[in-house]
């Protein structure tokens, strides 16, 4: 009935662990690229928890569920392509490498595709749903609030049944659809009054305004979380008063832009500058949320410069917003390797930063330091590069920073999010 259920054996190689959740964010994650089908896990194995991550070491089992979004033809077969994003460390958590594997799946649609057994979860939970849409925005206009409307069909959609069953009958999800929105659950004779053309899949979601604009579209099943962190941003109480973030951003898209480590390397000559892991915004983890615009906060993180080739040279790591000319911070100015600093030294601009000779190997050295955030609202990204062209440390040349194009747009340097309200 449009839903498959199934799992993923892992065996994890000797001396590796696979990170399940990095500051209780999701590290695997699973996609399918046919825009028909959707693939959602359920469930991930049991893992142990140490220093801000859940690991799995040995093997485990993950539980996914495939959805038939279009409603496909009875007998037809189709091949897809099940890709899985993941990271894994040695036994240290010292040499982290994201990777992505890709599984082939045959599925043969077959079965009823009408279960009435099914219909029923149509009437299930106490979602108050309205059917027709005139009502629908006579009521949005009244209470001054956004429409969530829905097309869905659970007597055959695997998607939208799973959506009736598990998600809507959640009470937290009930108290916001019936308290921050005016929910519409739209016939079939009411489709043409939603924002669609030609084919689509199911469950289709909109978010609208009060005279029946779309704002958003979503397609597929969502599990509860991720269903209340969409809603989020468009949430208001009766008479207008808004519960909305006025930055628009998906929390899960902006993880998938993490890593675990980010690795620098040297463009000049073969090796690294510096590895970077265990950001932590204001003790919130990689992604910051600020009501505060242009508040100072503090970051953390760990370092392991080990630039081999950098001649003795002196060179600088730099931290800062991707989109702004130059950067907000330096946090390293040292000779080749990190570890075994002899202490704190001073710029001639007021920065300081770890400093010194380390005569032995590298090793990773814990930082910290006050950062001020931007004071727009908007969702930025912060990133970090390394330098020999900023002499005094200061952290806000242009030449080290801004005028370097590929340090904009490559998501490789990305080590967290400030979101801005």
């Not at 054996?9 to 696979?18: E, T």
Request: net charge neutral.
């Amino acid at each position: 009935m449009g839903a498959l259920d199934f799992s993923i054996h892992v065996q994890v190689p000797k001396d590796s662990i696979l990170i399940l959740e990095e500051n209780q964010n999701e590290s695997v994650q699973f996609s399918i690229e046919n825009e028909n089908f959707q693939i959602l896990k359920i469930s991930s194995p049991k893992g142990k928890f140490k220093n801000n991550f859940t690991y799995l070491k040995q093997k485990g089992m993950f539980t996914l569920k495939l959805f038939d979004l279009a409603g496909l033809e009875m007998g037809t077969n189709h091949s897809l392509d099940l890709v899985i994003h993941y990271t894994q460390c040695d036994i240290h958590f010292k040499n982290c490498n994201p990777k992505t594997s890709r599984q082939e799946l045959f599925v043969l649609i077959s079965g009823e595709r009408s279960l009435n057994k099914f219909v029923q979860a149509r009437n299930s939970g106490v979602v108050n749903w309205i059917k027709k849409y005139t009502e629908t925005l006579d009521l949005a206009a009244k209470r001054n609030q956004n429409i969530f409307a829905i097309i869905t069909d659970p007597s055959w959609c695997g998607a939208c049944a799973h959506m009736e069953r598990i998600t809507f009958s959640k009470k937290s999800v009930q108290d916001v659809l019936n308290n921050k929105f005016v929910s519409f659950r739209a016939e079939e004779d009411e489709y043409s009054k939603l924002p669609i053309s030609g084919s689509f899949g199911i469950p289709t979601y909109f978010i609208l305004d009060q005279k029946g604009k779309m704002i958003q579209k979503y397609v597929g099943a969502r599990d509860e979380k991720s269903f209340l962190n969409l809603l989020k941003t468009y949430e208001k109480n009766p008479n207008g008063e808004e519960q909305k973030e006025d930055v628009d951003f998906d929390i899960d898209e902006l993880k998938k832009s993490l890593k675990s480590t980010v690795t620098i390397e040297n463009p000049k000559s073969e090796g690294i500058y510096f590895q970077m892991k265990d950001v932590n915004l204001n003790g919130k983890g990689s992604i910051y949320i600020s009501n505060n615009p242009g508040e100072t906060i503090k970051i953390e993180s760990k370092i392991l410069f080990n630039c081999i080739t950098c001649g003795n040279k002196i060179s600088q790591v730099l931290v800062g917003i991707a989109e702004e000319k130059t950067s907000g911070k330096c946090i390293w100015s040292g000779i080749q390797k990190s570890g075994g600093s002899k202490g704190i030294c001073k710029s001639d601009c007021g920065l300081e930063f770890p400093c010194g000779v380390n005569p032995g190997r590298a090793g990773w050295e814990k930082l910290s330091y006050t950062y001020q955030i931007p004071k727009n609202k908007g969702v930025y990204r912060l990133r970090t590069l390394a330098s020999e062209e900023c002499a005094d440390c200061s952290g806000i040349s242009p030449d080290a920073w801004g005028s370097n194009e590929k340090f904009h747009r490559d998501n490789e340097n990305t080590i967290g999010f400030i979101i801005v309200k």
